[in-house]
């Protein structure tokens, strides 16, 4: 009754094959909290222009106004939550429980629906067309726009930042750049009837946001509107995003930016340890300029916008093996979904491959970070602490934005509906 040998077994293979995996999935060890964020989903356009051939039907086109979620908006961020679902299906209580998980909103209708339609992918309980006596909506809870210091960037009132962006602006680089781009705004004026020579560049940005939600619902684009103009329109938007989350100065402007909100998710883990808090998950539904910022200051930023319901997740798993090596005992992973149809990116840190301890992450982000006593809005350069020194971290970062700024890089744009940075989209 001689069984098959280990070699003949069929199962075999399949053995040598764990075998392998097994110390993978040993250093990535068992998750311990998750922090996301994401931007809402597909929505109306911010604005119309004087020219703009569909002004009249905007109320038939966009029934709930301009700005506003749309129906495949909501559609988005239920998948998005159903996708969360699945990956989390084992770390996550199966039903909602209010000290498991935390969810946050920026004050706008869109931020505010897509967290819900999120939460009823998420959660079952809050799913639609389930039955009615199980069905329980979710909390989300919000803060007013104005007292926003999380996730609404930039601050309108933080004038140290204001004070780099001009010092950005009036660099040469910049100057350059804009120049080339005279006649094309001059020419644009006359075709939208807006004035946008020598005003904020976000006003171009919302001429060609305008375009492609209109083009995104089916609507026939104005002549003067070719994929050249909408290329170059987006080439601008890349160039003012730059100039918002990239250098010069970009550590600092990171620290009044996304940097805030990355040592608050940092904050929000370490107060978990430290109290033994049962919490397990945050969630933040917030804008394309919120992961801008993020994504600056994490050195990530590479000229891609942030699509719809575009989500940023960071991982602490148990660090397994040797807890002394790189002192911690806790690794950070990060992953970026931006296409429904594929697996998300997992992305690494620039000087640290994932998984990365968290000391090591903690002590490459510190000069992004604002420092503990506070967000340094007010003081100007000279009461400024020295600058911080070029991190690996940011070096990355320095090289794709200084190509951006040269007009190099630009090829791989792909125009998206784009945030204007004057308010969060
Ligand atoms: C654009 O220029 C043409 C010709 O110069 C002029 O007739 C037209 O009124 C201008 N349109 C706008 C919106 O300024
Ligand atoms: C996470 O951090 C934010 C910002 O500091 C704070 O408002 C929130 O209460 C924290 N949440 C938890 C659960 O620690
Ligand atoms: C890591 O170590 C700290 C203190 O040494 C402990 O409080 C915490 O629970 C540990 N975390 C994990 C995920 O093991
Ligand atoms: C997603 O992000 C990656 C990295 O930035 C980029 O290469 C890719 O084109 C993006 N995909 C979409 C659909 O935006």
Redesign the pocket.
Known sequence: MAGPGFRGHPAGPLLLLLLVLLPQALLE?PL?FVALVFRHGDRAPLASYPTDPHKEVVSTLWPRGLGQLTGEGVRQQLELGRFLRSRYEDFLSPKYRREEVYIRSTDFDRTLESAQANLAGLFPEAAPGGSEAHWRPIPVHTVPVTEDKLLRFPMRSCPRYHELLRETTEAAEYQEALEGWTDFLTRLENFTGLSLVGEPLRRAWKVLDTLICQQAHGLPLPSWASPDVLRTLAQISTLDIGAHVGPPRAAEKAQLTGGILLDAILSNFSRV??L?LPLKMVMYSAHDSTLLALQGALGLYDGHAPPYAACLGFE????LGD?DEDG???TISLFYRNDSARLPLSLSLPGCPEPCPLSRFHQLTTPVRPPAHGVPCHGSYETAAPRAPVVPLLAGAVAVLAALCLGLGLLAWRPSCLRAWGGPV
């Open positions: 060890g311990v340890q430290r033994g602490f798993r148990r660090r807890v911690g005992n806790v």
